[in-house]
């Protein structure tokens, strides 16, 4: 209180009272009194200089009982200041689950309005500027006298859809803070206080001389809000006509209650008639989780829009549903190159057919077989397939490996099944003769059994490869199989993996990647008198497995998450892309004229536009531009996401706050808003100022002795006069 600092003036009355009691009486000399007289004059001056140093104590004390009753100068030391003589940085956390409403309104316009008074209102900071966590523009390196520019950028602050990289951002803003010279220095950080965004922030630290207030304001008070939403969705299956696709969805409850959420699939925007009621258990320390999953049928080759919705009204209703697109492919075409040809039951390639193929001709066909002699197999026999297999292929002409090792590169699937009628010495010098060749291993003997009913079993599965993963619940479940006769397998020094294999330590099936594509090797035929490989349900299960994840990857992808990178196929013929061709990408929301070119460049699995990282949630619509006339149309869907932990309100609580302080900072706020973080600044300094009641009781208690000794003193002046 200013007005009490004219009790200063309280500190010249021990010199006003020293005044009046410093008159003295008239002098008297009186002979005999010679001696006494020199003994009262040492004790005079002794008394004097003690009364002078006495004096100096009691105005001192006076004024220090005015700077307590008044506190000026220990609040403007003890309080950091959000007003004209701080320094504040602030960082406002944009990303999409500020988009929750709170009592108060949505939690980043109510943030943005905080900010506002801040800057315009009466007492604004001496410096400042903004950070906003999802923003592509570059950062600030100073904190700005004049605000006009500061104040323009929170203006035309937006919702991003992207997760808040509220970490990176604090520190940025933390590092220019504290490059400043300024006194009062304090950090504002406007966040929801979402966990996955705010552990990041846990591991900023403060530096051993800088004392940073630090301000985290949150428009939910940093505690969850009541909130039921679909966090993910995870698609599965093959992405082929006549399959089906598995849409698994994620709820999540952040309530401390148990929550009802009626969930449903639409296709198209229309309700696909699937839908189910799930009971969520309430959240603990963290929220809890119920998966759900409908079936998608693919009929057609056409792209399909979908999402799953909840039908529910809660604090952020944009979390309530998730989109996904599919992209179907036509049926896999995939050819099998057979040997010389035996009896019809076990000719090359017979049994591998009929494991592939099983439902030619139904409507559950969804990969097209065709088998050819050895002798009619050519380089253009590959056009059109997406996986080849080679059944006891003899040998290989090197136009026949050229074109082979470009199938292969540009994503299709190539498997050599090894029987007694191939040439050992044509495989190792035309397809494994180098590091890099098509061929992951060389070949040796074949070893035929010593007795008719001998065979070496397999010991061992790469149960972690994506080829094998999960095709039984544990490895002991999976089956034995055995070589009755097989060829000795050693892999070269180039990247492969035994994906199986037999006692002994020779591998029974070898893969490698090469380019886009994959390479399998087997060390026995698909005939059931060498193997039991093609009669056990894993082995073609595994075959199957390649054929989707490696000739059906790539153009299968049409569901992503924002930041992600995303690579467009458009299916051009080989050799058809020109310079004029390029692909036209139109945003979510967006008009026609607002579209983005993307340019092709060709790479290992033929022409791919790249879009480096999708910054908006929504559908995306693209087609290729600058095709030749009379081509049917290229072009397609994909749809973006918001990140499953936007999606998650969960709240990390106040183990922020005890990290921060472990971290060096000393003043550490939770806060809902800026008026209420200065109320616990000014309660925090009026619990600071417990000595200057001390200061009060003393100088209470002196200033009492003062008025009692200088009393006694003029009551005792008449006497001696």
């Known amino acids: 209180t200013p007005a009490l600092l004219l009790g200063l003036l309280a500190a010249g009355i021990p010199v006003l009272l020293h005044l009046v009691a410093s008159s003295r009486a008239p002098r008297e000399y009186v002979p005999t009194l010679r001696f006494l007289q020199e003994a009262i004059t040492i004790t005079s001056r002794r008394r004097h200089v003690q009364r002078w140093l006495l004096l100096g104590l009691r105005s001192l004390l006076l004024g220090l009982l005015a700077l307590a009753l008044a506190e000026p100068m220990t609040r403007w030391l003890a309080t950091p200041q959000l007003g004209r003589r701080s320094a504040v940085a602030v960082v406002l956390d944009n990303s999409w689950s500020m988009g929750q409403r ?6 980043f316009d109510v943030a943005r309005a905080d900010i506002r008074d801040l800057l315009s209102g009466d007492v604004q900071p001496s410096r400042s500027a903004l950070w906003l966590t999802n923003t592509s523009r570059p950062t600030p390196e ?13 203006e035309a602050a937006t919702l991003s859809d992207g997760v808040a990289p509220l970490g990176q951002r604090t520190r940025e803003a933390y590092r220019t803070l504290t490059a400043s010279d300024h006194p009062q220095k304090v950090l504002c950080v406007f966040t ?18 800088d004392d940073v207030t630090l301000i985290l304001v949150s428009p939910t008070g940093g505690a969850t809000p009541d909130d039921v939403g679909v966090t993910r969705l995870e698609i599965s299956g093959h992405h082929v006509v006549h399959a089906d696709v598995t849409i698994a969805a994620t709820l999540v409850n952040t309530a401390d209650r148990a929550a009802l959420a009626d969930a449903e699939l639409f296709l198209g925007g229309a309700p696909a008639g699937q839908s189910a009621r799930v009971r969520l258990p309430a959240a603990g320390a963290t929220a809890s989780e119920t998966r759900i999953e409908f079936t998608v049928p693919l009929a057609q080759a056409e792209a399909i829009e979908g999402e799953v919705r909840i039908d529910t009204h809660d604090a952020f209703d944009a979390n309530n549903a998730r989109g996904f697109a599919i992209q179907p492919a036509e049926p896999i075409n995939v050819l099998i190159v057979a040997g010389a040809r035996g009896d019809a039951f076990t000719e090359p390639g017979a049994i591998l057919e009929l494991a592939l193929d099983p439902f030619t001709g139904t409507a559950s066909d969804t990969i097209h077989t065709a088998r050819i002699d050895a002798s009619a197999f050519t380089p253009e026999s590959l056009t059109g397939q997406r996986a080849v297999f080679f059944c006891n292929v003899p040998n290989f002409t090197p136009s026949q490996i050229e074109a082979m090792e470009a ?30 060749s098509l061929l992951p291993v060389t070949l040796g003997e074949t070893i035929n059994p010593a007795t008719p009913d001998a065979a070496t079993a397999s010991e061992w599965f790469n149960v972690e490869h994506p080829y094998l993963a999960g095709l039984y619940p ?98 051009i013929p080989a050799g058809a892309l020109t310079d004029d061709m390029h692909i036209t990408l139109v945003p979510p929301g967006s008009a026609a004229s607002e579209a983005t070119a ?5 790479s290992a699995a033929g022409p791919v536009a790249r879009l480096a990282s999708a910054t908006r949630a929504g559908t995306y619509r693209w087609e290729l ?38 971290n060096g900072f000393t003043t550490v706020l939770l806060a809902t808003s800026l008026d209420d973080a200065r109320a616990q600044l000014d309660e925090r300094a009026a619990g600071d100022n417990w000595w200057d009641v001390l200061v009060v009781i003393v100088a209470a208690v002196l200033l009492t002795e ?3 000794a200088n009393r006694n003193l003029l009551s005792a002046e008449p006497e001696s006069r």
């Open 142 to 154: 100073l904190l700005l006298a004049e605000l006009d520019d500061v104040r323009d950028d929170l």
């Open 407 to 436: 199938f292969v590169r540009q994503g299709g699937l190539a498997t050599f099944l090894l029987g007694p009628g191939v040439d050992a010495d044509n495989y190792n010098s035309l397809l494994a003769a180098e590091a890099n």
């Open 474 to 571: 544990t490895a002991d479940r999976y089956p034995t199989l055995l070589a009755r006769r097989y060829t000795r397998m050693t892999r070269t020094p180039g990247p492969s993996t035994t994906l199986i294999r037999l006692v002994g330590g020779n591998p029974l099936l070898v893969g490698r990647a090469y380019g886009e594509g994959r390479v399998l090797v087997a060390a026995v035929p698909d005939d059931p008198s060498a193997s039991n490989m093609m009669v056990e349900p894993a082995v073609p299960a595994i075959l199957l497995r390649a054929i989707f994840l490696t000739a059906g990857r790539g153009q299968q992808i049409a569901t992503y998450t924002v930041s992600d990178a995303i690579t467009l196929r458009p299916a």
């Open 192 to 209: 929801d206080m979402q966990a996955g965004s705010v552990e990041a922030l846990m591991d900023l630290r403060a530096e051993a001389d």
């Open 102 to 107: 709170t009592d108060a309104g949505v939690a």
């Open 706 to 708: 003062a008025f009692v």
């Open 625 to 662: 531009t600058g095709d030749a006339p009379g081509r049917p149309p290229l072009g397609g869907v994909f749809v973006v996401n918001p990140s499953p932990l936007e999606a998650n309100l969960m709240a990390a609580g106040d183990a922020v706050l005890d990290r921060l302080r472990e």
């Open 598 to 602: 993307l340019p092709l460049e060709q």
